[in-house]
């Protein structure tokens, strides 16, 4: 596996994941029908942000989107979200993904990652974040409507870098 910058090209592989992990509506908090092309500007990020994907071969495995957090004086802290390929679940794409996301953030300079919605019933994901070193520092009860399970917490993650 090997993990680069995203290029438009890649994109019509991510999108059919992307696509199906969104309308899922068990981990996003995005509109769970988002069109492709909403789906694309929010993903496929312009500078200072990056997007970059983990691919096996020509096969994008999985996508991780870094940006700043907040703007002016908060933007020294950074934000990601990460989408794998069910198809690629269970093989350490997520984990090669953060960390490969943590140094780029350290590498561009940023203090710290702050992730603003983790699904609390989403475990593998909040147990991937915590073994990476991130802390749940707060939780917004009942901030996340669950299609299966109701209204569930939404967990705020941070890690200094």
Do not use: C
Not at 63 to 84: D, E, Q
Not at 93 to 106: E, F, I, K, P, S
Not at 136 to 142: F, R
């Amino acid at each position: 596996m090997r993990i680069r910058e995203a290029t438009s090209e890649d994109w019509a592989q991510i999108w059919p994941f992307l696509r199906d992990i969104v309308r899922a509506g068990d981990t996003y908090t995005w509109d769970r029908d988002v069109t492709e092309g909403r789906a694309r500007e929010l993903w496929m990020s312009t500078p200072p942000a990056r997007t970059v994907v983990a691919v096996d071969g020509d096969t994008v495995l999985g996508t991780a989107k870094l940006a700043r957090n907040h703007m002016g004086p908060g933007s020294h802290i950074a934000n990601a979200s990460f989408m794998v390929s069910p198809d690629h679940g269970g093989r350490g794409v997520g984990r090669a993904l953060g960390g490969y996301v943590l140094d780029l953030a350290r590498a561009d300079g940023y203090r710290a990652m702050q992730f603003n919605a983790v699904v609390e019933t989403n475990t593998r994901a909040v147990a991937l974040w915590q073994s990476l070193g991130f802390e749940i520092i707060a939780t917004l009860p009942e901030g996340f409507e669950h299609p299966a399970k109701g209204f569930v917490g939404l967990h705020i993650m941070y890690r200094k870098l």
